[in-house]
């Protein structure tokens, strides 16, 4: 859960930085220390009950809960979910949840509720997720569902927060592209002022060109965009990737640079984020190392453990979960594979072009992270689009970048979604966007 106890007061010491007009304080800043303080808080009645001539209710915001006791005749009853504001006095109370209780002087209602919820967030049978992302915004009330993206909101801070320090600058690539990113994947098509355009699959043209433009350490977190007509549980349409590239490096120097950030980000978790673990029933395990291999070498573990897997083949999910059993590790750094299976603008070993410069994160089972270093030199960069099928014209403002002094260069990308979803062990990847689109989903 956030955390709001560290908010320092105004220079006038009366109010926390947290403060507006509506609501001095969150409820996770309010403890026993408060005892007969005056303060106004806001959220939403998340129960009630009456007795006799007084009555009680429990008041949610985003940070906690606090009982409020209503030693008045109300004009109506308070409708669960309703917005309110309560202006009291901070009692002890061994016998309220907490030990504290704030006892009611006034109460405004700030928003109605008119009709009835779909569901309510403590209601003890879970709606169906479809229900759920129906009613996204109500979803957003449970407690599960905010510890979910409590922990997304921990890991794309502390990805930010990681390369902040390794001396990277943030940039804002372009979403609506003339032309494919990268072989394979369908793009969604635009009319753009009677021209044809795309939604971006890749922010990977953009964050080259910046690196070659002299912008050494770049990051991103951006959406992209894949028009697959996918059904299962692992994928989505518009993806969240965190994207760096850093110019004057191999493979090996963002190999350095991923381990750090992704150990970082999942310290981070350790750090913060224990609350949310034991709201979602999960166990967390920080990694004590990730272990890097080569395709090869694991290709070769598989075949030892009855795997039929073939050389130059890509591993599907079955067996990304058994390499990290096989390794003894929730995490796994995978290099070197066949150039055959990676995108174009991967770096083949001069010594054996059939293998590339390329790698990726396997995390819980699952491919959460890619990259690879890039080609620098015009000619081969050609050569490897004519070779996949395509245009190199179509290319043209990408490729001549690489005829103006371009340097080696490499750099990854995190799916933040897939990450989410692995970190929390969630079953299908939407529970882990906040408004997710697939094939059959344009709104909320």
């Known amino acids: 859960m956030q955390d709001h106890s560290q908010e320092e007061p105004d220079p006038a010491g009366k109010k926390l930085a947290t403060s507006t007009s509506l609501k001095e304080r969150y409820l996770a800043e309010i403890g026993e220390k408060d005892d007969g303080k005056t303060v106004t808080v806001a959220g939403w009645v998340h129960a009630f009950r009456e007795m006799g001539a007084l009555a009680f209710a429990i008041l949610r915001d985003g940070s906690g809960k606090i009982q409020v006791k ?13 917005a309110i504001q309560v202006r009291g006095k901070i009692k002890k109370d061994s016998r309220a949840p907490n030990g504290i209780e704030l006892e009611a002087e006034s109460i405004t209602v700030l928003g109605k509720v008119y009709q009835t919820p779909a569901f309510y967030p403590d209601q003890k049978n879970e709606p169906g997720l479809n229900v759920r992302l129906d009613n996204r915004s109500l979803d957003f009330r449970r407690e599960k569902t ?82 697959e007509k996918h059904e299962g549980p692992f994928h989505i349409n518009e993806i969240h990737q965190m994207d760096i590239e850093m110019a004057f490096a191999t493979n090996d120097d963002a190999i350095a640079i ?12 350790k750090e913060k984020n224990g609350a949310d673990f034991r709201v979602l029933g999960k166990e967390f395990v920080l990694p004590a190392q990730i272990p890097v291999r080569t395709y090869t070498e694991l290709v070769e573990m598989l075949s030892a453990s009855g795997d039929k897997i073939r050389f130059g ?132």
């Not at 991923?258 to 978790?269: G, I, K, P």
């Open 70 to 82: 209503i030693p008045f005749k109300l004009e109506e009853r308070l409708e669960r979910e309703s």
């Open 146 to 227: 905010r510890a979910v993206f409590n922990i997304r909101a921990s890991l794309e801070t502390g990805f930010r927060e990681a390369l902040l320090r390794l001396g990277f600058e943030e940039i804002n690539p372009a979403c609506i592209v003339p032309t494919a990113t990268e072989g394979g994947a369908q793009l969604f098509k635009l009319d753009y002022f009677d021209k044809p355009a795309f939604l971006g699959q890749s922010p990977q043209f953009y964050k080259q060109l910046a690196v070659i433009g002299g912008m050494e350490r770049v990051f991103m977190t951006t959406p992209v965009f894949r028009a």
């Open 258 to 269: 991923l381990s750090r950030v992704f150990t970082s980000m999942l310290a981070r978790l």
């Open 313 to 444: 083949h890509d591993f599907s999910k079955e067996q990304e979960a058994k390499m990290c059993e096989l390794v003894k590790s929730e995490a796994l750094i995978v290099k070197d594979y066949p150039t055959s299976v990676r995108a174009f603008y991967s770096m083949p070993y001069e010594d054996n072009p059939k293998l590339c410069k390329s790698y990726d994160i396997i995390y819980r089972g699952m491919e959460i992270c890619s990259g690879a270093q890039r080609i620098h030199t015009p000619d081969l960069l050609e050569k490897q689009i004519a070779a996949r099928g395509m245009n190199p014209a179509y290319f043209k403002s990408y490729t001549d970048a690489f005829r103006l002094g371009a340097p080696p260069h490499a750099g990854w990308s995190i799916g933040l979604d897939r990450l989410t979803m692995a970190v929390c062990g969630l079953e299908n990847v939407r529970e882990a966007i906040m408004f997710p689109r697939d094939k059959h989903r344009m709104s909320p």
